[in-house]
């Protein structure tokens, strides 16, 4: 765990969550992580998708127990047709991460090894992924409400087995993890101990210029993006690189010492548009290198549910927001529910109401200028019998007489910062 930390204290009230399929991978993770601290609880998910798996989940609770780990089981709801294995995945991190809050924990510990990572990098050298794809699984990712911590990433699946063996632990065999109807399992199976080496000193290359690409980032997000409670940003004058950020005035003084915009390379303006696209847009994944591409050159237009539109007089600039069209359907408000792949509601349970967008009731309930128009229907709100009776806490440009109401920011994946390699 060195390097992953700080963790916090072990106690009751903030327990680490470990996900436990049973399998050996995970099954030595809990082991292990049980003899460095008292209190973690594992989570057992059952994909439901063998007629035995719950059998085996329930041994796997069993198995725990003898160890002295607490464990919670958790059942995965039926799966469409299709694509099942991003589907289980998708799924699978929706339930732990709810059971972790709910636990009252925010890391979650989860089994990868050296080998997934090896045959992860050699799927994507073979898509032909960029440096960041190359940088492999992330040790640490914050992803919604936890941190997803992978500490056995160096370690050899055999070394795991070998532990599992010596202590005298049983585990689960996945009859899928043979079937070569998958591609993970091909290259698991084919892939040699020279390509798997090939891969960790591609990955030690990527991951050295990428730290590099992630201070320019942060710098270049610091610098020229300010981020609004309705959900979008600013983008200040030099973000493109047709102005010097010296020059540029805010709030009567100057700011000195500051590296010009140009320094950087496009590509770097260009990747930060695209993560601002997806946070301010509720997307998983990035645009097209292609489109974030033509969106930098015109410095304005639409991509990924977001616009882009120039700023002028005293404001200029850019506004990057959601797009009025194309939103998620209406969800009862249960606490931890997430709307829209943006905003979270964090309120007592209220199944009497629905969180859905503004709309159009927005032009009915705006006051002054201090937010555009063309912002405030891309806001959750919550609906009681077809009318508003609450909006996010802190935002502006709506009547003060109406309800507040904890409905927080929560894209997922932060622009900047939220991954260790």
């Known amino acids: 765990m060195e390097g992953l930390g700080p963790l916090g204290p072990d106690c009751a009230t903030q327990p680490i969550l470990i996900a436990v399929s049973g399998g050996a991978d995970s099954m030595a993770l809990a082991f292990l992580a049980r003899q460095w601290r008292q209190h973690v609880i594992a989570l057992v998910v059952d994909h439901a998708l063998r007629a035995e798996s719950a059998e085996e989940a329930q041994v796997t609770c069993q198995r725990l ?38 636990a009252g924990g925010s890391i979650l510990l989860v089994g990868h090894h050296q080998a997934d990572q090896d045959e992860t990098l050699w799927m994507r050298h073979e898509r ?25 990433l160096t370690i050899p699946p055999q070394r795991l087995r070998a532990t599992l063996l010596e202590a005298g632990v049983n585990w689960c065999e996945d009859p899928s993890n043979q079937n070569r109807r998958f591609q993970r399992v091909r290259v698991r199976q084919d892939l040699e101990p020279f390509q798997r080496r090939e ?19 942060a710098w270049l997000m610091s610098s020229y993006v300010e981020w609004q409670p309705e959900g979008w940003v600013k983008l200040l004058p030099g973000f493109f690189g047709e102005v010097e950020r010296e020059a540029f005035l805010l709030g009567g ?26 946070l301010v847009g509720g997307h998983e994944y990035l645009p097209t290198r292609s489109a974030l591409e033509a969106l930098f050159e015109a ?22 927001y959601r797009e009025s069209r194309a939103f998620s359907p209406a969800v009862p408000a249960y606490h931890g529910v997430r709307w829209d792949g943006r905003w979270r509601y964090l309120g007592e349970d209220a199944s009497y ?25 891309s806001l959750p709100a919550l609906w009681v019998e077809g009318r508003v009776v609450a909006v996010p806490e802190g935002v502006r440009g ?20 939220g991954r260790l390699y």
């Open 299 to 320: 410095a304005g237009g639409s991509l990924g549910r977001t616009c882009l539109v120039p700023l002028h007089g005293k404001q200029a600039g850019w506004r990057l």
């Open 199 to 217: 891969m960790r000193v591609l990955r030690q290359q990527a991951v050295q210029s990428q730290m590099v690409e992630e201070e320019q980032l």
């Open 65 to 102: 127990a003898d160890l002295g780990i607490a464990s919670r089981l958790l059942t995965l709801g039926p799966l469409a047709a299709g694509g099942l294995q991003e589907q289980a995945r998708v799924a699978r991190f929706d339930i732990l991460e709810a059971a972790s809050v709910k």
């Open 353 to 377: 109401a629905k969180i859905a967008a503004l709309g159009d009731y927005a032009r009915h309930i705006r006051v002054g200028r201090s937010v555009a128009a063309c912002v405030l229907p």
């Open 128 to 152: 032909g992924s960029g440096q960041r794809g190359l940088c492999g699984i992330a040790r640490k990712i914050v992803r919604g409400r936890i941190t997803v911590m992978r500490p056995l």
């Open 253 to 278: 003084e100057e700011r000195r010492g500051v590296k010009r915009v140009s320094d950087l390379p496009k590509k770097i303006r260009i990747e930060l548009l695209g993560r601002l696209v997806r």
């Open 398 to 417: 709506v009547k003060e007489d109406i309800t507040r109401c904890a409905l927080v920011w929560d894209a997922g994946e932060p622009a900047v910062g």
